[in-house]
């Protein structure tokens, strides 16, 4: 998917050129940050009749109004209507303001949903950038290239404190964990095609990701109904559909189909891939991987790390380390890039285990995870608090001392098979 240059009515340039554009903190004006303030960024499926076509305001004080260098709220919504337009289609578009905001010279921006962080630069301001800007780069661009679905879009930019508060937590956060639950509740059995996603290939030429109910794309950012809506959205865009109705290896997940999908879009690059296991034909990776997971042979079990994660792992690699050699669009058995979501996946690595194998993350992922990951621990083996028995930075960052950790816990990876 590429973006157009278009003609919008903003005081800076607007072209993919911006993208890769970083702002540091003594060239920024202000700045908006989802981690520390409350922010969202959310696009609602409305009626026609409810919304007005490029009606564009901002709640709350304008960047004039705020202290320079200072971290503040923001919450844009978009809303849409069209007789096309579904709410699954909601994410996709919500993802692309990534890409949209980037666009904009002078302004930067990173993560998703009530994460994100915006930058804007003292050149942006001093040519006149200001928050409704922000409205207008939504509006052009989402009409621009969604207008198969949508007709009308209305933006609405909360930067009041208590009204960003109330839009995070009584309307974004509510909206995501029901996205969240729909998915939870598919099984890879109960579904009759997977998606393949090649949005990758503009840096990984020959990287296909196979997107499953219950295996998100590597990056975190593309679930099996997100794969979905995108085909639907665009039948010759980079998802599309895998049938799997010709299994050779139910335990490692491997299927006639998936390897002819995978073949064709990787030119020929790859023969086969499985999906559930990271020993036997895995799935390949990119760069943009959320964690790398990686053998951990004392322990019999693996260990994961997170791009937060800036220090050491007791596999003896930091996560740029093991990054270099995992990514690239080859297969390296042993070791392999995931979403974050995937970590308490029924399917995470089940030929080898599943996440029973799982002996060491770092502190703030295993806080991120624990409740799905406790709950599938519970399911699948009976065991309580399964996140206790796993080690972290402060326990251990070389094998011995988490060998210790993992006997004195009676860790179950301890009295599994090896897996080389
Ligand atoms: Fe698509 Fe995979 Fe890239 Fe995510 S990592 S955008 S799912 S190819
Ligand atoms: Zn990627």
């Known amino acids: 998917i590429k973006i157009k240059i278009t003609n919008i009515d903003i005081p800076v340039a607007f072209a993919s050129a911006f993208e890769g554009e970083i702002i540091r903190r003594g060239d920024m004006q202000v700045e908006f940050d989802g981690s520390r303030v409350d922010c969202c960024e959310l696009v609602q499926t409305m009626d026609a009749s409810e919304i007005e076509d490029h009606k564009i305001t901002v709640v709350g004080p304008e960047v004039d109004e705020m202290e320079l260098g200072s971290k503040n709220s923001i919450a844009y919504v978009v809303q849409v209507a069209g007789k096309n337009m579904q709410p699954d ?15 904009i ?47 009308k879009c209305q933006v609405t930019i909360y930067t009041d404190p208590a009204e960003c508060t109330r839009m995070r937590h009584e309307v974004a956060i509510p909206t995501f964990d029901k996205r969240d639950a729909r998915l939870a509740n598919l099984t890879d059995e109960s579904v009759d095609v997977y998606y393949s996603c090649i949005l990758c290939q503009a840096f990984s030429p020959s990287h296909v990701c196979v997107v499953t109910p219950e295996r998100l794309g590597l990056c975190g950012a593309v679930s099996w109904l997100d794969a979905k809506a995108t085909n639907q959205l665009d039948p010759n865009g980079p998802c599309q559909v895998i049938t799997k109705e010709r299994p050779i290896d139910e335990r490692i997940g491997e299927y006639e189909d998936v390897n002819e999908a995978v073949k064709k879009l990787s030119q020929g690059a790859l023969e086969d891939v499985s999906l559930y296991s990271i020993m036997e034909k895995p799935m390949t990776s990119c760069g943009c991987f959320e964690c790398i ?41 042993g070791f392999m890039g995931h979403g974050k979501h995937f970590i308490a996946s029924k399917k995470f690595m089940k030929a080898e285990g599943g996440i029973e194998r799982i002996v060491w993350m770092p502190k703030a992922l295993k806080e991120q995870v624990a409740d799905r990951l406790n709950a599938t621990a519970k399911e699948l083996y009976g065991i309580d608090n399964f996140t206790d028995m796993i080690g972290d930075e402060t326990i251990a960052e070389d ?22």
Request: hydrophobic residues 35%; charged residues 20%; aromatic residues 10%.
């Open 105 to 151: 010279e002078g302004v930067y921006h990173t993560g998703q949903r009530d994460m994100q962080r915006v930058r804007i630069s003292k050149d942006a301001f001093n040519a006149g950038f200001r928050i409704k800007h922000i409205g207008e780069v939504l509006y052009a661009s989402v009409k621009n290239e969604f207008d198969a679905v949508v007709d």
């Open 399 to 420: 094998p011995e001392t988490l060998l210790e950790f993992l006997t004195e816990k009676g860790h179950p990876a301890l009295g599994m098979d090896p897996m080389m």
């Open 293 to 333: 997971c990686g053998i951990e042979p004392f322990s019999n079990g693996v260990c994961i790390t997170n791009r937060e994660y800036a220090g050491m792992t007791p596999l003896g690699m930091t996560f740029p380390e093991l990054a270099s050699m995992t990514g690239g669009g080859v297969q390296t058995p």
């Open 89 to 103: 289609f909601e994410p996709v578009i919500e993802r692309k303001f990534h890409n949209y905001i980037n666009c």
